[in-house]
Structure formats: C-alpha cells, structure tokens
C-alpha cells in the first residue's frame, strides 16, 4: 500500500467515526423527544382523569 | 426555531473539521523522511488532545457527583467518557495507520502505546460498570472508578519523558523539532477536535438527561396507576 492509501485510511475512520456517532446520538435524542412527548401526554391526561 | 438552533454547533464542528482537512492535507508542509503519511499526525494528535480533555471532564463530573450527589453530574461524566473512549479508539486506528510505513510494524509495546491502550481499556471498563450496575450504586462505583482511572492520563502524556520508546516527542520536548510551518494547522485541527469533542458530549449529555426525563415520567405514571 501506498502512504497515500494509509492517510486516506486514516482521515476516512476518524471522519466515518465521528459523523456515524453524531447520527446515532441525533437519531436516539429525536426518539426520546417523541417519546417523551407522548408519555406527557398521558400522564396530562392521567392527571386529568384521576382528578 | 430551538430544534433548529441544536444544529449550529453541530454544524461549526463539521464546518471546523474541514478547515483542519484543509490545513492538513493542503497547507501544512510535506515532511521529508516520511512523506504524505506524516499528515495523519494532525489528525492523531488532535484526536488524543480532545479525548484527555473529556477524560478530564470525566474525573471532574466525577468529584462532582460524589461531593454533590446530583444526576446531572454522573450524566456528563457518562458523556464524556463515550467521547473520551471515541477518541482513544481514533488515536489507536490511527497510529498503527501511521507507523505501518514508518515503523515495518502495525504495533509496537513502547510505553506510549501500552499506556493509551491501558486508557482505552479502562474507560471501556467504566462504560461496562455503568451498564453493568444501574442505578445510585452504579453511578457512584463508577464515580469512583473514573477518579482512580484518570492516573492514567498523565501517565500517556509523560510516557515518552519518563520511558524510553520509539514513540516520538512532539510537545514535550521544547517543539520537538517540529517545522515552524506545521504549528497553524496542528493549532487548527487541535482546535476543530475540541469542538467537535464538545459537541458530541453536550449531544450525548442532552440524550442521559432525556432518558433520566423518560424514567421521571413513567415512575409518575406508575404512581397514577396505582392511586
């Protein structure tokens, strides 16, 4: 392999690595904001009901 | 307008991260015995300077947490260990990526080495404690295990004073016979690294307080359930 080939190898993992686990966390924070958002919307209605 | 406001360090990041590509690879000179693979250099040191801070973020939420007994502190500890582990496993790709050309071998046991790989392990541990036993207990074991943990850190930074290796000297020995001409864009990619580093610990904070928010309202539930 070239030197070139082991700098692109390189770049390519820390780059890859870091988008892939800004992606995950920004995928799994969406998640629990629509989750959270849903179980508020029973506890309001929990509350409501219970008086 | 607020969700949209969550993306601007996101994007000042990734914005930074190609001015530091840019420098690397385009402005910062080509060095003489060893060539273009000697730029993976701006990368590696970047990425092992952001992972010593988040581990000194760890050892601080750490301390914070056993003085003030307060989630939020055990939260950006976790946070900061996930960045801090990411990090490490980016200076341990690319090293060896580094050394393969240079060294004739993919690893050596110089003390360097040894002692960041051991960093790697330790934190990964604290990950696994962390999972491994929930709740107030966990977070505390862990809390304790992180202050310990971080002697590691100057351990890897005075390894090369301390122990004889063939990892090289770059800050530690009065510039290190570093070219004047690499100093901006090693200043650079330092820089974009710490951003990036910040904002994949506050995201990852964000997302231990949602959960934290998730386990609040459905103990609340439960609550109402049984009333």
Same mark, same amino acid.
């Given at each position: 392999m070239s030197n070139l080939t082991y700098l692109f190898m390189a770049f390519a993992f820390i780059w890859i690595g870091a988008l892939a686990y800004l992606i995950r966390l920004s995928g799994l924070r969406k998640q629990l904001e629509e989750r959270i958002d849903?179980?508020?919307?029973?506890?309001?209605?929990?509350?409501?009901?219970?008086? | 307008?607020?969700?949209?406001?969550?993306? *601007?360090? @996101?994007?000042? !990041?990734? *914005? !930074?991260?190609?001015?530091?590509?840019?420098?690397?690879?385009?402005?910062? @000179?080509?060095?003489?015995?060893?060539?273009?693979?000697?730029?993976?250099?701006?990368?590696?040191?970047?990425?092992?300077? !952001?992972?010593?801070?988040?581990?000194?973020?760890?050892? *601080?939420?750490?301390?914070?947490? *056993? /003085?003030?007994?307060?989630?939020?502190?055990?939260?950006?500890?976790?946070?900061?260990?996930?960045?801090?582990?990411?990090?490490?496993?980016?200076?341990? /790709?690319?090293? @060896?990526?580094?050394?393969?050309?240079?060294?004739?071998?993919?690893?050596?046991?110089?003390?360097?080495?040894?002692?960041?790989?051991?960093?790697?392990?330790?934190?990964?541990?604290y990950l696994v404690l962390r999972q491994t036993i929930p709740g107030y207990r966990g977070a505390m074991a862990a809390a304790v295990f992180a202050i310990l943990a971080y002697v590691d850190v100057p351990v890897v930074y005075f390894s090369v004073r301390w122990w004889r290796g063939i990892h090289p000297q770059v800050l530690s020995g009065g510039g290190g016979g570093l070219d004047p001409r690499m100093i901006p864009p090693l200043l650079v990619s330092v820089a974009a690294f710490q951003l990036l580093s910040g904002v994949l610990i506050r995201e990852r904070f964000n997302l231990a307080n949602a959960t934290d928010s998730v386990d609040r309202i459905t103990v609340a539930l439960e609550d109402l359930d049984h009333e």
């Amino acid at each position: 392999m070239s030197n070139l080939t082991y700098l692109f190898m390189a770049f390519a993992f820390i780059w890859i690595g870091a988008l892939a686990y800004l992606i995950r966390l920004s995928g799994l924070r969406k998640q629990l904001e629509e989750r959270i958002d849903r179980l508020q919307d029973r506890l309001e209605k929990k509350e409501l009901h219970n008086g | 307008m607020k969700r949209n406001s969550h993306m *601007i360090f @996101p994007v000042l !990041a990734m *914005i !930074a991260m190609v001015v530091a590509l840019a420098g690397a690879l385009l402005i910062a @000179p080509t060095e003489r015995a060893m060539g273009d693979v000697q730029r993976i250099f701006y990368f590696h040191l970047g990425s092992a300077g !952001a992972a010593f801070v988040a581990f000194t973020c760890v050892f *601080i939420a750490s301390i914070g947490f *056993i /003085v003030r007994r307060e989630t939020v502190w055990d939260n950006l500890a976790l946070a900061a260990a996930e960045v801090g582990v990411l990090f490490t496993t980016f200076v341990l /790709v690319s090293g @060896p990526l580094w050394a393969r050309p240079i060294w004739g071998k993919w690893w050596v046991w110089d003390p360097r080495l040894t002692t960041t790989l051991m960093l790697w392990f330790l934190y990964t541990g604290y990950l696994v404690l962390r999972q491994t036993i929930p709740g107030y207990r966990g977070a505390m074991a862990a809390a304790v295990f992180a202050i310990l943990a971080y002697v590691d850190v100057p351990v890897v930074y005075f390894s090369v004073r301390w122990w004889r290796g063939i990892h090289p000297q770059v800050l530690s020995g009065g510039g290190g016979g570093l070219d004047p001409r690499m100093i901006p864009p090693l200043l650079v990619s330092v820089a974009a690294f710490q951003l990036l580093s910040g904002v994949l610990i506050r995201e990852r904070f964000n997302l231990a307080n949602a959960t934290d928010s998730v386990d609040r309202i459905t103990v609340a539930l439960e609550d109402l359930d049984h009333e």
